[in-house]
């Protein structure tokens, strides 16, 4: 499998999946497409579209690839970003229209991975881990930029490795750790201060609880309505009784205790590729949201996902936090990050998985109570539900925090026998 080169950029954690597309394909129409292609011009907007984005979709596969286009079609289930698979006669692409009014400026985005891939290039060294790379357009720019001002880009679509919303096992659990600590490591050298903060306040549990606060206070009429629906009274309850734990990791960050990092943002089950043929993890996509921040993050919200084997949108009290997988999952990210990890660090690990469960309940329903704003959902109370869902996720993380402690330690003493036994035998 080629390295780096064949990797989809997804922009939000389901765009670009091979194993999990919804493909919608429609008419190219040629004349209509040279028309927005004549009338592009380079500037980034926020505004309502004029023409939607299945029309530019053509237009936009035609800067990045030369051939004949055989098809588009609408790809994967995204919550943010408009993403298309364009066929071409010699190839196919994923392309992607970026959405401005969630990532204003997005040369901070194509920055960054500039730089992060540089620094996985350099720390590698034979190491295979497939990362996204931009193609460029056809003036060689990594972003196209179309006539309503806004930035498209695009990279090629690989047939032989797939994602999973959903873990399937252990096994895969494990091939998750072991992708998410190997882009801790390879990134482990690389200056923080050099990268762009792509999305700020992301990773940010008190900004999302001001937010959440906010949503309440402003007293809208869906806001008030919404209030009423079924749970929400609970749910507003479980958050209050929690806030005093939600500054946790940004404590330990501003006292030092954990250093800023390159930060993934979003590694959870569907954002790692897993080999077809092998089961193997080879890399990690949707590199939006790689920006400044704390290992500990990427560690919490990983176990939020591996571990939840029902998925963010099972019905209330169907989730539980599986042992098992966590178990396998810690024990592959130590094995890949312990040595590069500072033991200061190491603390913060088990209560980041509550701390991101929390921050994903408090982020879905301040959404909902603001009308949701912010996710791309389905139907107007989907947020509701999946808010119900990380809650019940945290209740079942709270009783099972001592195991959660214990199995981290059982993990980093047999990861450490493992390095030693290691160093033993090559002496």
Known sequence: MAVA????????????????????PFVV????????????????????????????????????????????????????????????????????????RVFPDPRKIAHNMVVVGKCIDAAASGDEFVYPRLLPDRSGQPLWVDAEGSCWRASVFVESAVTF???????????????????????????????HDTLPGYRDC??????????VAAGTQVGRTRMKAEGVGVMMRFVEARR?????????????????????????????????????????????????GLWAYDFGDACRSVCNAAGEDAPAGGVVFDMA????????????????MPGSERPFLAPSVWLQTFELGVRFLGDYLAGDIYFRVSDGDR?????????????????????????????????????????????
């Not at 008190?206 to 949503?215: E, I, K, N, Q, V």
């Open 165 to 195: 919303a959903v873990v399937r096992d252990p096994s895969h659990a494990g091939e998750v750790g072991r992708v998410i600590g190997r882009f801790h490591r390879l990134t482990a050298g690389a200056d923080a201060g050099a990268l």
């Open 325 to 340: 997988r966590f178990h396998a999952f810690a024990g592959a990210y130590l094995s890949e990050i312990l040595p590069a």
């Open 206 to 215: 008190p900004g999302h609880l001001s937010r959440y606060d906010s949503a």
């Open 383 to 427: 947020n509701r539900r999946r808010a119900m869902t990380q809650f019940d996720l945290c209740r079942d993380i709270e009783k099972r925090m001592a195991q959660i402690e214990e199995a981290m330690g059982e993990e980093a003493a047999a990861c450490a026998c493992m390095a030693g036994d290691a160093v033993g035998g090559r002496q």
């Open 5 to 24: 080169r064949g990797v989809p950029v997804a922009g939000d954690g389901h765009d670009g999946r091979r194993s999990r597309s919804r493909n919608t």
């Open 29 to 100: 129409d040629s004349s209509r497409t040279r028309t927005l292609a004549a009338a592009s011009f380079v500037c980034f907007s926020m505004a309502p579209m004029t023409v939607g984005p299945d029309e530019i979709a053509p237009v936009a596969a035609r800067q990045f690839a030369t051939g004949e286009l055989l098809a588009v079609s609408r790809f994967g289930a995204g919550n943010i970003n408009d993403t298309y698979l364009a066929r071409f006669s010699g190839c196919s692409l994923v392309v992607q229209r970026i959405n401005g």
């Open 244 to 292: 005093d734990r939600a500054a946790v990791l940004e404590d330990a960050r501003s006292s030092g205790r954990c250093r800023m990092r390159v930060m993934h943002g979003d590694p959870k089950a569907d954002n790692v590729l897993i080999e077809s043929r092998s089961g193997r993890g080879v890399g990690l996509i949707d590199f939006d949201t790689v920006k400044p």
